[in-house]
């Protein structure tokens, strides 16, 4: 089983990797932004809740979706 959280923001990919990830978009700024894609990165839930504020993070994650292969 691989169980994929995805956020839907201005494209929608799904990882074909056996980890857990998110897709986000350039609004998650800061040490998120992966300087060799420029504007979008791959990171885990897990990194997300660590590194970002509280009440951010509270605020994104009605918009996680879990999908299970």
Not at 15 to 41: C, D, M, S
């Amino acid at each position: 089983m691989i169980r994929v959280l995805l956020v839907f923001t201005k494209l929608l990919t799904i990882p074909l990797t056996p980890q857990t990830y998110i897709y986000h978009a350039n609004w998650i700024k800061g040490p998120f932004v992966n300087p060799r894609q420029n504007e979008f990165a791959w990171f885990t839930k897990d990194e997300l809740r660590e590194h970002l504020p509280k009440e951010t993070f509270d605020r994104l994650e009605p918009l996680f979706f879990d999908y299970t292969f």
